[in-house]
């Protein structure tokens, strides 16, 4: 209730670590997908969330990848336009974890890729890179977030370079 009262959007994080691998890598796969879309909506009113974001560390195959995109498409009509569906995804495959030309999938909101590149010089070329490869699969780049990565000593392995960004405070992320 506090985050919702400073203006803050509050997302439900779900991975395919823990609980959440049987909704991707199961034999009852397909049926958990069913009943977390039919009981998504409820479920976000109920504790005040703003939308559902994935962090599924990749499907195995193109076949993969299209059950996924056609979960969020159908998760994203159960929750309504109010609420927000998103995933994680990576640049670092043969194929888009999220299909950019599967029907529907202009109502998924957007796509956060985790590329975490460190280039000590600045460099961005990893980054143009990244936008590239994303772009030839077909992906609108208004939906995508990349990830830039952060700066904590004792949170993240980018502690390690901090020190090479002396108008960052060490202790300030």
Known sequence: NRTLAAGVKLR??????GDGKALFHSASTAALQRRF??????ALLKCGCDGIEFDYEGPDSNDQADAFTDFLVALKAAVGPEHVVSADISDDSDFPYVNPKRPGFHSIDFLNVMTYYWDEKGSIDRYAKSAAQLEQWGYPMA??????????????????????????AEDLN
């Open 143 to 168: 939906k995508i977030n990349l990830g830039v990565p952060y700066y904590c000593s004792q949170e993240s392995a980018w502690g390690e370079v901090e020190g090479g960004c002396p108008n960052v």
């Open 37 to 42: 879309v039919a009981t998504a909506r409820a």
């Open 12 to 17: 439900s994080v779900i991975t395919d670590d």
